[in-house]
Structures are given as C-alpha cells and as structure tokens.
C-alpha cells in the first residue's frame, strides 16, 4: 500500500532556530514529491516540487532533499520565524497516475 | 479572484440534511481536485477532474457523496443525508495542468463542515 509517514509528529522550537522535518514514503513508482505548508484554518500552500531527479530544492529559508533510492525526504527550516508555526505536509504523486498521497503533516511551533 | 474561492466558508447542519459546497478555480486550470481533512488527519482525495475527461470518483466514501463540475470551471460537491462523520474541512484545489507533470496545485482555504 502507498503511503507517506512524517516524523516527527510535532515539533517546538525557539525562534531563531533551525529544524528539519522528515518524509519517508512507499509509493513507487513516483513522479514527483511536495512540501505544503499550511497555516491553521488556511489551505496548504505550496514550499518545493520535486521530481525523482532532483536531491535538492530551495525557497527562501525552506530547503527541501530527495532520496529516492531510500525513497526519503527532509524539509530544513533556517533561522527560523514565529510565522513558520504551522503545519508541513508532504504529498507523493504516483507516477503517471491520478493519486497525490498526503502524509498526516508534522506541526510546528515556533516560539520566542 | 486570483485564486480559488470556495464558499461557504463554514457551514453547521443537522443530521440528514443535505448539502452543497461550491469552489472557483482558478480561470484556466483545467484539474480541479476535492479533499477532505478531519482533524489531525491527512487530506483525503475525493474527486478529480480533468478537462473533459471522465471524473477520478474513487475516492468519494459513499453513494452520498457526488460532484459535478460545470462548463469546466465551477464545481459543487454536494453530501446527501449527512452524518456526523461528515464534519471536516472539505478543500478544493485546482491546477494548471494536473499533479502527474508537476503541475502546482493551488488550494482554497476549505469549508469546514459541521453535523450536529
């Protein structure tokens, strides 16, 4: 069965702060893996796409890897804001399929 | 607008009542998608559109869950007989050429459904 698992399942940290996020998932095979963040009562908005080719994706303080031989992903946060609070989903898109795979989200807080 | 509308934003109804949820895509997009999330859950697929194609209803829970998209732009996702179990964010997506070519999708911010 496809699935997406993220550890850890929240986070608290201290603004300023780095973090990484992790994403390990079974679909294979894939076309693409997703970094959403989303912010509490909004919808998911957008970090990295990512294709089975590429290991490394920035946007801003948001730095996403691939590795699809172990079929893992990390989103790194840098230098962390209190506006960074809120949850981070990764989604796996099978390959030539109709199928997003959501992870459950890891749920972060960031305080001063 | 800009982006995707969907509305109402929140919506509380009895138990047996029907219901409908409306979204605006962006203009152009040709895949429209429905989720749903129930607290501390992941999204749940429910339907895909795209373009002209035949609808993805493999993810809709029952017979009383149905969608239609309209003219390829606005879609209704309509629940019939609520339950309780119903009571989620229902978000719609929509996406300049679907998720298998990398296509970004574009979420609304969901309309959260209560059934007492």
């Known amino acids: 069965k496809n699935q997406v698992e993220q550890s850890p399942q929240s986070l608290i940290i201290l603004e300023g702060k780095n973090c990484t996020l992790q994403?390990?998932?079974?679909?294979?095979?894939?076309?693409?893996l997703r970094w959403y963040k989303q912010d509490t009562g909004r919808g998911p908005v957008s970090l990295t796409i990512m294709t089975f080719s590429e290991n490394t994706k920035s946007n801003g303080r948001y730095t996403a890897t691939l590795d699809a031989d172990t079929k893992q992903s990390s989103l790194h946060i840098t230098a962390s804001q209190l506006s960074d609070s809120a949850s981070y989903i990764c989604v796996v898109s099978e390959q030539a399929g109709t199928a997003l795979i959501f992870g459950k989200g890891t749920t972060l807080s960031v305080s001063s | 607008g800009a982006g995707v509308s969907q509305s109402p934003s929140n919506k509380v109804t009895e138990k047996g009542k029907d219901v409908e949820l409306r979204c605006d895509p962006i203009s152009g997009h040709t895949a429209l998608y429905w989720y749903r999330q129930s607290l501390g859950q992941g999204l749940e697929f429910l339907i895909y559109?795209?373009?002209?194609?035949?609808?993805?209803k493999s993810g809709l829970p029952s017979d009383r869950f149905s969608a239609e998209r309209t003219g390829g732009s606005v879609s209704t996702l309509t629940i019939q007989r609520t339950q309780q179990e119903d009571s989620a964010v229902y978000l719609c997506?929509?996406?300049?050429?679907?998720?298998?070519?990398?296509?970004?999708?574009?979420f609304g911010e969901g309309s959260r459904l209560t059934v007492l």
């Open positions: 997506a929509s996406s300049p050429r679907g998720h298998s070519n990398t296509g970004e999708l574009f």
């Open positions: 994403c390990n998932y079974t679909v294979s095979p894939f076309s693409n």
């Open positions: 559109f795209q373009g002209n194609s035949a609808p993805d």
